[in-house]
């Protein structure tokens, strides 16, 4: 049997990776610290790695495929196919982004202050490459980590940090002075994989279920019922990917709704659908939705 070798990353992405498998039909199970968890598809080899390493693997060849972010592609310099985007957060348009930071009190204010100056970071390559286009010479070195706490106790002049709200930033006392990359997590494979029709196939499948799922987290699924008189009071607050689903019931004077809309107004639409004279209103889960 034909196998697709799947990186999945370790560490931080791994919790909400192994959710978005699991909404999109896959199982799997992690034990202990072995680095080849189980998947209930035969036709899949997954493997634990860090995401800063997937790409450099999915591009020599050990790996078909994996997940990992684009700042890590960027910063290995990494020649790979992009086969699908996954944002996991909740709002589709959140991305994480790294940036520029120094001391609240700091006489820095911009890239160009930073001209001679040391700066850490686990992104050097990508910081590397910003000063370059910025014109500014600075010492970038590698941080194995607490990289906020570097500046704060001033043993750097600035850090380049991965941030999402800013929130740690804030409680060490940083301030943002620029922004070097956005990164989203992203599904990636090398290219002979891409050219193999039978795991090009296998990967399509995979990508289109994880985007179902990815889209699914952040909607939900109405149905109700409506008088033929209240229809257009009801259509007039429904907002869904395309027409709602309207059906007859027994009762030619009733209809039924069924609509998947965003589930950040539910809270609101729901008080006006009733008010507008909708009842029997059910509202449910989704695990996947595919365009």
């Not at 996954?86 to 348009?93: E, F, H, N, R």
């Not at 982004?97 to 001391?103: C, G, I, K, N, Q």
């Not at 990164?183 to 090398?190: H, K």
């Not at 209103?281 to 989704?286: G, N, S």
Request: hydrophobic share 40%; with cysteine; aromatic share 6%.
């Amino acid at each position: 049997m034909r196998k697709l070798k799947l990186g999945l990353p370790k560490g931080s992405l791994q919790e909400a990776t192994i959710k978005v498998f699991e909404r999109a039909g896959f199982k799997i199970y992690v034990s202990g610290r072995s680095y080849f968890p189980s998947i209930n598809d035969p036709q899949i080899e997954p493997v634990l790695l860090r995401a800063q390493e997937m790409s450099r693997y999915v591009e020599e060849l050990a790996l078909d495929c994996g997940i990992t972010g684009a700042d890590w592609i960027m910063e290995n310099g990494s020649r790979v196919v992009s086969l699908a985007d996954l944002v996991y957060a909740k709002q589709s348009s959140v991305k994480v982004r790294w940036v520029l930071a120094v001391p609240e009190k700091s006489s820095i204010h911009s890239v160009k202050d930073l001209q001679g100056k040391r700066i850490a970071t686990e992104l050097v390559n990508v910081t590397k490459s910003y000063l370059k286009k910025n014109r500014v010479q600075a010492d970038v070195e590698f941080s194995w980590g607490a990289t906020e706490a570097k500046v704060a106790d001033g043993l750097v002049d600035a850090v380049v940090e991965l941030t999402e709200t800013g929130s740690s930033l804030r409680a060490h006392k940083l301030r943002v002075i620029g922004e070097v990359c956005e990164s989203t997590t992203q599904f990636i494979a090398n290219k002979k994989a891409a050219q193999d029709p039978w795991k090009k196939a296998k990967m399509d499948q995979v990508a289109l279920l994880l985007k179902g799922a990815i889209t699914a987290n952040n909607m939900v699924g109405l149905k109700m019922n409506v008088r033929k008189n209240d229809l257009d009071k009801i259509l007039d607050l429904l907002t869904s990917l395309k027409n709602p689903t309207i059906s007859h019931l027994s009762d030619q004077n009733w209809l039924a709704i069924e609509t998947v809309i965003e589930e950040g107004i539910v809270r609101t639409l729901i008080p006006g659908l009733k008010k507008a004279g909708a009842q029997g209103i059910i509202e449910y889960p989704l695990n996947k939705v595919i365009y």
